[in-house]
């Protein structure tokens, strides 16, 4: 049962333009999301998160929309550099310091 | 800010011994941490939970006897693949909770590369 998903293993941007990665969930009881960047053979590093009471969250490049009637989220990247290119990850947990269940997550490469 | 520091980086073992992956939070206290395994291409799975001085709450499908989970201080956690064999070769992930990141606590570790041969 795959609680959160990233439909699209992968996604190829032109650099300067907008990267737009989407994550949907199934359980509702979820009450915060997370976005991470990782790398091959390296842990994954947190980007932003957002409550699920809150519909926006932005810091300098990479804003998180959230949309709880659909159950989905998204994060923009603008503009998007090359060294954006790596695996994209959501993660989304149901408490505070509760476990992160991860996205399949996507593989975004962002050309010169 | 939180630093999770996972040793080794990178292990190779020969089947059937057992290897195992410490976990350490370096700057604060990590009343909780998570492990997980990741396969090439895939997502990140969570395998468990542990609680400091507490056994460690397995998500379904993962064997505790085969994967010991020992917390036994507010900064260290391992975890121990016994009789490893080569379908256990994974890149296995531990990550921290802080009261004191703006992430809401969840620090992660640089991995570590399991190649059973």
């Known amino acids: 049962d795959q609680q959160v998903k990233q439909n699209s293993p992968s996604l190829s941007v032109q650099e300067g333009r907008i990267s737009i990665l989407n994550c949907d969930y199934t359980n509702s009881m979820f009450d915060y999301f997370l976005w991470y960047k990782k790398y091959p053979a390296e842990g994954p590093t947190f980007l932003i998160s957002i409550s699920s009471i809150k519909d926006k969250n932005e810091d300098g490049r990479f804003t998180v929309f959230l949309n709880k009637s659909a159950k989905h989220l998204s994060l923009h990247i603008v503009p998007s550099q090359p060294g954006d290119s790596a695996v994209y990850f959501c993660?989304?947990?149901?408490?505070?310091?509760?476990?992160?269940?991860f996205g399949q997550g996507t593989e975004l490469s962002v050309k010169p | 800010g939180a630093v999770v520091s996972q040793h080794p980086s990178r292990v190779i073992c020969k089947s059937g011994t057992s290897v195992k992956i410490e976990c350490r939070s370096l700057d604060f206290q990590a009343t909780t941490m998570f492990w997980y395994r990741q396969f090439p291409k895939q997502s990140l799975m969570l395998m468990a939970t542990s609680n400091e001085g507490s056994k460690a709450t397995y998500e379904q499908g993962v064997e505790k006897d085969k994967f010991l989970i020992n917390h036994a201080s507010l900064t260290l956690s391992t975890l121990t693949v016994t009789s490893a064999h080569p379908e256990d070769s994974s890149f296995y992930i531990c990550s921290a909770i802080s009261v004191t990141t703006g992430n809401y606590g969840y620090t992660f570790g640089s991995g570590t590369r399991l190649t059973v041969v």
């Open positions: 993660a989304a947990r149901k408490d505070q310091g509760g476990k992160l269940i």
